[in-house]
């Protein structure tokens, strides 16, 4: 264990993270135990924000310990080191297809839900984030998928709780909104 701690990669660096395949399944398992803070950052890593950017996003959170419990964990991984890492798409056929990572969406939504939920994220936006709710809706309607409205939440979570109007109501409309992606997935 103390070698695999030596080998991570220092977060001082303005490093860019992904989910691992056991972190795109700990969204919907969550059988890990991340606290809340925690599970909101690995909705965050999309593989383009930067730990910089992570913690301009959040501040006051302790976003350097958070990635390196992900990281200890396996939930995620530097996007440089995922690349590094994995072969390229013909020589991880050639080698062992029965190994290969699927490249379906982790999180499959039926578009009827997917549309409900991106509406909700919208009025709520629009309702509650004045201008700031251009960003947030743009990628909101930009989502086409389970992982990509994943993100979305995450990030729409963190401006609703940031904004004036929108802290009052977030944590309500996030459970809304969880209800409403349980109940789509369970189906």
Known sequence: MLAEQNHAPSLSADLVY???D?????????????DRRQRSLLIMLDGHKSNTTLAA???GEPVETMLQALLALALVTPVALATAVRPAPSAALATDTAH???TAPAIRIDAQCLDEVKAMLIESARNCLGLLAADVVRQVESADDGDQ???CIGHWHMAMQASKRGKDVAHAQLEHIKRS??????V
């Open 18 to 20: 992904v989910k691992t």
């Open 181 to 186: 992606l349980r109940a789509a997935v369970a």
């Open 100 to 102: 290969s990572a699927p």
């Open 22 to 34: 056991k972190g795109r399944a700990e969204i919907t398992q969550r059988s890990n135990g991340l």
């Open 149 to 151: 409205l994943l993100r």
């Open 57 to 59: 996003l959040l501040p």
